[in-house]
Each structure stands twice: as C-alpha cells, then as structure tokens.
C-alpha cells in the first residue's frame, strides 16, 4: 500500500472513532507510524487529511447517474436506485477488506 493510502486508510478509522476536533497530530502520527515530517510531506494539514477521505470514501461513492435509471415508472426508478445504493454499500465493504478493517462499523451510522 502506498503511504499516502496508508495514512487515509488508517485515519479513516481515527475519525470514525472521534470528531474532527478530537483527532490529534499526535494520533495521527502514532497511528500511521509516520513522522509529523513524513506527514506534511503527503499532507499540507489535518483539514486536507479530512476532506479526502471524505471524498474517497464517501463523495465519490454516492454519486449516481441518474440518467441511467428507469423512466418507465416510479418502481423502476426505485428499483434502479436501490441496485446503485447495494453497489455503493458493496464497494464500502470492500474497501475495507482492502483494508484489513477490524473496527465495526453500523452502516446506519453512515
């Protein structure tokens, strides 16, 4: 895994755990096995950290194309949306069995 994976992987499960403002430098840093140095070598800040695990691991995997689904009806739309939502939560999985993911996550807390 390259580092910078490595540190968003790791400070995924930091933030799943704890607010923004809880996560510390200095967790981070233990966390990853890495140097503050290190660090600001991948990242300019906790914030930037922050917003793309965001965007890894939750912007980019509800984006749907609508224009895909069904107009004939209502249920086809439904049905449509409902097979992208099992196939976004089905993605989320496997990236944390990528992972080696060991902390449980209610996938209702998503």
Do not use: P, W
């Amino acid at each position: 895994m390259e580092t910078r994976d490595h540190i968003i992987a790791e400070c995924l499960k930091l933030f799943l755990k704890k607010s923004f403002k809880d996560v510390t430098m200095k967790e981070i840093v233990e966390k990853t096995g890495l140097s503050k140095g290190a660090f600001y070598h991948y990242f300019q800040g906790k914030e930037q950290l922050f917003l793309e695990i965001i965007d890894r691991y939750f912007t980019r995997m509800v984006v749907y194309d609508f224009d895909r689904y069904s107009k004939l009806s209502l249920q086809g739309f439904y049905n449509d949306h409902l097979a992208d939502l099992e196939y976004t939560m089905g993605r989320f999985m496997q990236e944390r069995e990528e992972l080696h993911d060991t902390l449980a996550i209610d996938m209702n807390y998503l």
